[in-house]
Antibody, heavy 116, light 113 residues
Framework: EVQLVESGGGLVRPGGSLRLSCAAS????????MSWVRQAPGKGLEWVAN????????YYLDSVKGRFTISRDNAKNSLYLQMNSLRAEDTAMYYC??????????WGKGTTVIVS | IVMTQSPDSLAVSLGERATINCRSS????????????LAWYQQKPGQPPKLLIY???ARESGVPDRFSGSGSGTDFTLTISSLQAEDVAVYYC??????????FGQGTKLEIK
């Protein structure tokens, strides 16, 4: 079964840091671009960052550039999001998603980040 | 690219047709492959989004055929031909035409009338 499982969310003070992880299984992780997408409470979806299958390309939402870093470990079938200098507006459910030709075909259940 | 959906919310009777619109601020039709770089997702309460439609009109495997996507360029439509109770959800369009950031519409909440 194709699966993505996020972890690492929690409550953090403004200015603090968190590292989210996403464990992939059931598919050849190293062949896919991967994304992080977030959803603030009661709001819509917002793409945050993505990374090419070999990590040679990374892209970020303007509001997180310089604060968030996306990375991956293909040997461990894992995706990461290092979040520094967190702000209240970063409070959201963070989803890990697999990209298939740039649209997102598999999503994890998400991990909650609260900055307060 | 800014994605704008209409309406923001919609109430439709069971068995009736539901239509959700999505407009992009610039064309998402890529001339080299003649594909519209647009997807539709369904999100039920407490669940992650689920891919319904990609390339504007290609239905994802396992998605019921009452869901269909149409449109080209800047104007797109998601149609549910005969609304079922399990279709109550928020629906999002997303463009993946340009290099990131990918952008989503604000969402359309679909309810039963």
């Amino acid at each position: 079964e194709v699966q993505l499982v996020e972890s690492g969310g929690g409550l953090v003070r403004p200015g603090g840091s968190l590292r989210l992880s996403c464990a992939a299984s059931g598919f050849t992780f190293r062949n896919y671009w991967m994304s992080w997408v977030r959803q603030a409470p009661g709001k819509g979806l917002e793409w945050v960052a993505n990374i090419k299958h070999d990590a040679a390309e990374k892209y970020y939402l303007d509001s997180v550039k310089g604060r968030f870093t996306i990375s991956r470990d293909n040997a461990k079938n894992s995706l990461y999001l290092q979040m520094n200098s967190l702000r209240a507006e970063d409070t959201a459910m963070y989803y890990c998603a697999r990209e298939r030709r740039f649209y997102m075909d598999v999503w994890g259940k998400g991990t909650t980040v609260i900055v307060s | 690219i800014v994605m704008t959906q209409s309406p923001d919310s919609l109430a439709v009777s069971l068995g009736e047709r539901a239509t959700i619109n999505c407009r992009s601020s610039q064309s998402v039709l890529y001339s080299s492959d003649n594909k519209n770089y647009l997807a539709w997702y369904q999100q039920k309460p407490g669940q992650p989004p689920k891919l319904l439609i990609y390339w504007a009109s290609a239905r994802e495997s396992g998605v019921p055929d009452r869901f269909s996507g149409s449109g080209s360029g800047t104007d797109f439509t998601l149609t549910i031909s005969s609304l079922q109770a399990e279709d109550v959800a928020v629906y999002y369009c997303q463009q993946y035409y340009s290099k990131p950031p990918y952008t989503f519409g604000q969402g359309t909440k679909l309810e039963i009338k």
